[in-house]
Every structure is written in C-alpha cells, then in structure tokens.
C-alpha cells in the first residue's frame, strides 16, 4: 500500500542522515512508500563506461547490471542521452524508450528490463556545480502518475544526492597523489579513449588500465570515472 509522502518531513531526516548507508535505506523507504519497486544512483556514465562502474547505490539486481553492459546499451541509451541534457525529471514506458535502439538489441533490452519488472521509470537528472551529474532512476511494473508525488520524489531524489555528496567529500587537508600510470590513463580517459585504446597507447594490458583507473578513483574519492576526471582536473593532477 503507497503511504503519503511529505517532502518537508521527508527533507528533515535527509539532514540527519549520516553515512552512505543510511542515504541507501531512506531511498529506499522512499521509494517503496511512494509505489516504485526499485532503484538506484549512479553517477552519469560515459559512453565508454559500464553501468556497474558508474553504479553507487540502489536495489537493482546485479544480474541485470551485467547483462545491460553485456548489451553496451549506456552509449545507446535514450534515457541517459535525455538526462545528460536535461535537469527536469521524466518517466519512461519499456515499449517507448528502446524504440531507437538496433534491431538486434531493442527486444534483448526490452526483455530484460521485464524479467526484472521494470517496465516503467520515474528518470531524476541531478547536475551539480562541479559538472558532475548523477541519475536516480526510480522502477517498477506499474509507477505512480500524480504530478505531486512524482515532484515530490524528484525533489527528495536531490537532497539524497546531495547528502550523500557531503557525506562522501574528500579531506581537503588531505593530499592526493597519483602515480605516473593513474595520471597517464586518466588522461587519456579524458581526452575520449576507451580502456582498450588507452592499453594500446601505454602498452599495458587493458586490465592493467582498469586496474589504474579504479585505483585512482578510489584516491580521488570518486564513484565514476567522469567524476575522477573532473577532480583531478580540478585539483590540477592532469591537465
């Protein structure tokens, strides 16, 4: 049974929040009480990231992550293409979105968006300062349609991020150092090369990039590899 949701109420315990996990169980709480049967946070991937690298938190199940990088479907994805552009949040029917995806992939991922009973979506573009951007995708077989309700989820859908933000900022006292190898591939992943491409560039193998990449954004305090460029740009460890 849907419960009532007051976004005022709602923002008071955002605010009181105080880790990463508590930021998972009130999204959640939030979700299940407004009607949706699942959800999660990533940080806006590139089209040459993987949805799993980009996943911060959420309930979708990690078989269905595999299987849509399995299908390379975030640089075709009409959702993500409309949430990198766009700070007003949407929904989404399964039949609708993939109508532009190839022939060859339109039924896979329509399949298994329904295995999984996501059939519907409530999309929450969330852009910050720094130009990074996060999505909370809200799911189910059947989602609510009250303008309010779905305003009010948008509106709670920032606060969260935003306090798991705060929650997950780096030490500023802290220094960051990079190795020459976490440098080089962050690099390159900014100037628009894929892993492979930059394995082939540095002569290491293309786990070995990855493994640097990871590496890197861990140091950077970073959930994507977008959001570890952006800081290492920002605090001058590549240019």
């Not at 009181?16 to 946070?41: C, H, I, M, P």
């Amino acid at each position: 049974m849907r419960k009532n949701i007051t976004s005022l109420d709602a923002l008071a315990d955002i605010s009181s929040l105080e880790t990463g996990y508590d930021v998972f169980r009130f999204l959640k709480q939030a979700s299940n009480d407004a009607g949706f049967e699942s959800f999660t946070l990533f940080g806006m991937p590139s089209e040459q990231e993987t949805l799993r690298e980009a996943t911060m938190l959420g309930t979708w199940q990690p078989q269905l992550v595999a299987a849509y990088d399995e299908l390379c479907l975030a640089g075709e994805s009409a959702v993500l293409s409309r949430a990198r552009s766009s700070t007003l949040p949407f929904t989404w029917q399964i039949e609708a979105i993939n109508a532009g995806l190839p022939d060859d992939k339109r039924q896979r991922a329509i399949d298994l968006f329904t295995d999984f009973n996501m059939t519907q979506g409530l999309v929450c573009p969330i852009h910050v300062p720094d130009q990074t951007a996060y999505l909370i995708e809200f799911t189910g077989s059947s989602i609510p349609k009250e303008p309010d309700l779905l305003n009010t989820m948008h509106i709670l859908a920032l606060h969260a991020t935003e306090r798991l933000r705060a929650l997950t900022k780096p030490d500023p006292c802290q220094t960051i150092k990079l190795t020459q190898r976490e440098r080089d591939c962050l690099y390159w992943t900014a100037e628009g090369k894929t892993s492979a491409e930059i394995a082939t560039i540095l002569s290491i193998s293309e786990h070995t990039v990855n493994h640097y990449l990871s590496l890197a954004a861990r140091k950077l305090n970073s959930h994507t590899r977008a959001q570890a460029i952006a800081r290492a740009i920002r605090l001058g460890l590549i240019s």
